[in-house]
């Protein structure tokens, strides 16, 4: 008997403690208390919920915390016009946000929250790498998903309400290789160091035709998206005297790590961002001048109409932080997605997908302009953003010689 | 000069890996608790020097010894507020450290800041010689690993408490029938696990981007080197954790980085096969 006692007393701590981390894993993540994604009766005005699956988490969490800041400055918009009018109804948009920590898992257990627990009919989620985990349950549940991500195997005529209101990173590298290729005639080779996932095995074979356009061949190496100590990576690449290195859809932790130690090495050239790069935290993460030389796409430095100035002040105001202009489409998308439901007067995911690709906004895309679904004719894609891409390059100078950030094409 | 380039870079990997390590398997020797909090104690050790260097204006060199110093003291409350009632406790001792872990990892997500980090060193120089690189902050990390892990053995094995740690790893029983109490040896021991894995995060944090998961992959390192070395031998961990090192960087560089640690883990496999106990483990 006195052996049971400290024993019984040790299993419950182990459940208590374990129960107490699933309670604050979960912490990250907001979930809807109502039942319903849209709520109305009667006469009186109703709610669509909007769920969000971002990283607020983990190396990719200043995605999330852009892309959260942008959906939310859009619903502020659209509520205080009133919300959207359907049926005689009126109804105000609500943001519930999910911690995917951009892990395929993660995002699987916080989708399965959102539209089967919470009855979302709305869902945008954040990653390619994690867009697999989501797409089934949306898919099982008719509800419509808008995919903040690179990548195109989640689009087609087999996933009709599935958008996604991204650029696309094979046209964005396409941008960054013309310029590169005019500034450097002579130049043959780069290396490209992609995350060792869906978005980098998937984005690689499409990155071909705008290098073989360029003139250029390339080495491919992939690395675990979370990797950290990345010197024996990158005494493999530096082997082949790159001219460039392109660092695909890489989160800042990762692109942060491969500057600072590829600069350490002794690389010289420049670095190729061709999907969300925040110059603004890299550049204050990273030494004075290891960016200088490298170039973005499609980068918007400033806002280039009435939508595109309000849309970078709401940001600044709610984040404090320069905008991450990537994540206006996020805005940009919630505006066209009460456009389509005001056009279709449903709430009903299959008849809004429909009016999707039939509206268009005055978005923050780009630093302002037109926003709308298309892509076919572009790059062969049904329901994907049709914007343009400018290319930045960062010049010496700047506060403590960490560069300057300069468009240098129109796009 | 690739070859040597390798090497090198193993041999920084493996420092790291080592000083991690030593701390995991001096803790599983004497409390027979298989510590997963080691990687948010890493955690822990890089953001403290973070916190100390930036937010406090403490120099680099400074802010290593207090942040690792601090990690200690946090070990010391960790072992005495929780895992002592699970010492011996293989199962619910691992649950346990494992639901800590999560606990201080999630707690560090809602407080720290969500871009990466970064802090500043003194030995921010390269040197290169033959087209070998070596940073001076890299060749720091290995000579303060040799240094620690050399004063760690000598600890061990030349004063009257290390005596005491060795006789609780080898039989609790006939340690306590000489005096030695498991009580007021386990915080201490725990102390410098921790410690070390402060250390360990404070030295290789300007190397890399910080984030709250910062611990994860040296974690996982960690359980291998101890696996290969040998649970409880310091000497034995080392080997390892240079080993390892060296593997995961030639398989990176000849081969590819997504197989680096699929390679360690088919090493251990291989070594258990052959040798159960490790390289320098008590049959």
């Known amino acids: ?411 | 000069m690739t070859l040597v380039q390798v090497l090198i870079n193993g041999v920084v990997l493996g420092s790291t890996f080592a000083l991690m390590a030593v701390g995991l398997t001096l803790i599983f020797g004497i409390l027979r608790v298989i510590n997963f909090t080691h990687g948010v104690l890493f955690m822990l050790g890089a953001y403290a020097t973070w916190f100390l260097e930036t937010r406090a204006g403490i120099p680099y060199l400074v802010s290593v010894p207090l942040a690792a110093l601090a990690v200690g003291a946090f070990g010391v409350a960790l072992e005495l507020l929780v895992l002592r009632r699970f010492r011996g406790m293989l199962v619910e001792g691992a649950v346990v450290a494992l639901a800590l872990a999560v606990v201080i990892q999630n707690a560090a997500v809602l407080v720290l800041p969500s871009t990466p980090q970064t802090l500043t060193t003194p030995f921010d120089s390269t040197i290169s010689s033959h087209g070998v690189v070596l940073s001076s902050q890299r060749a720091f990390i290995v000579v303060a690993a040799f240094a620690l892990l050399t004063a760690l053995a000598l600890f061990i094995s030349r004063t009257r408490l290390g005596r005491a740690v060795r006789a609780l790893e080898q039989n609790v029983y006939a340690a306590r029938l000489q005096g030695v109490d498991p009580d007021r040896v386990a915080p201490l021991v725990f102390g410098i696990g921790a410690t070390l894995a402060g250390l360990a995060g404070a030295l290789i944090a300007p190397l890399q981007a910080l984030l709250p998961g910062a611990g994860d992959q040296p974690l996982l390192a960690s359980f291998v080197v101890v696996v290969l070395g040998g649970m409880g031998s310091v000497g034995g961990t080392l080997v390892a954790a240079l080993t390892i090192g060296i593997v995961q960087s030639g398989t990176t560089t000849y081969w590819t980085a997504p197989a680096a640690v699929a390679t360690s883990f088919v090493l251990a496999i291989v070594v258990l096969v052959v040798r159960p106990q490790g390289f320098f483990g008590n049959a």
């Open chain 1, 1 to 411: 008997m006195r052996k049971t006692a400290p024993r019984l007393v040790a299993i419950v701590s182990v459940f208590a403690a374990v129960i107490t981390a699933a309670l604050l894993a979960g912490c990250g993540s907001s979930s809807s208390s109502s039942g319903s994604s849209s709520t109305a009766s009667g006469g009186e005005d109703g709610t669509i919920d909007y769920g969000l699956l971002t990283a607020l988490s983990g190396s990719t969490a200043s995605w999330g915390t852009a892309e959260k800041a942008s959906d939310q400055i859009a619903i502020d918009e659209i509520n205080k016009r009133g919300g959207v009018e359907v049926d005689g109804k009126k109804y105000k948009f609500a943001l519930k946000t999910y911690d995917n920590g951009y892990d395929p898992t993660k995002t699987a257990t916080v989708g399965r929250q959102a539209i089967e627990q919470d009855g979302i009919q709305f869902v945008e989620n954040l990653g390619g790498g994690t867009v697999a985990a989501v797409q089934p349950i949306a898919e099982r549940a008719g509800v419509l998903l808008f995919c903040s991500c690179s990548g195109s195997e989640f689009l087609g005529e087999d996933h009709p309400n599935t958008f996604r209101p991204y650029y696309d990173d094979a046209q964005s590298l396409a941008s960054i290789l013309q310029y590169f290729k005019q500034k450097n005639p002579s130049a043959t080779h780069i290396a490209q160091i992609y995350t060792d996932d869906d978005v980098g095995h998937e984005t690689i074979p499409l990155t071909e035709k705008p290098l073989e356009e360029a003139g250029l061949t390339s080495s491919v190496t992939y690395v675990p998206r979370d990797a950290t100590e990345l010197y024996p990576v990158l005494t493999k690449v530096l082997q082949d005297n790159p001219e460039a290195i392109d660092v695909g859809a890489s989160p800042e932790g990762l692109y942060d790590g491969m500057v600072k130690q590829a600069r350490e090495l002794g690389f010289k050239g420049p670095f190729m961002f061709p999907d969300a790069f925040d110059f603004s935290s890299a550049s204050k993460a990273l030494p004075a001048g290891d960016l200088v030389g490298s170039l973005s796409a499609p980068c918007n430095l400033t806002a280039g109409s009435a939508t595109g100035k309000k849309w970078a002040k709401a940001y600044e105001d709610m984040t404090g932080e320069e905008p991450q202009w990537w994540s206006a489409q996020s805005h940009d998308n919630v505006l066209l997605l009460a456009e389509a439901i005001e056009k279709a007067q449903s709430l009903e995911p299959d008849a809004v997908a429909e009016a999707m690709s039939e509206v268009s906004v005055e978005g923050a895309t780009s630093g302002g302009g037109t926003v709308k679904y298309g892509g076919e004719e572009a790059f062969g894609l049904p329901r994907a953003f049709e914007v343009p891409y400018p290319v930045c390059e960062i010049t010496p100078g700047g506060p403590g010689g960490r560069g300057v950030q300069k468009q240098v094409t129109k796009g």
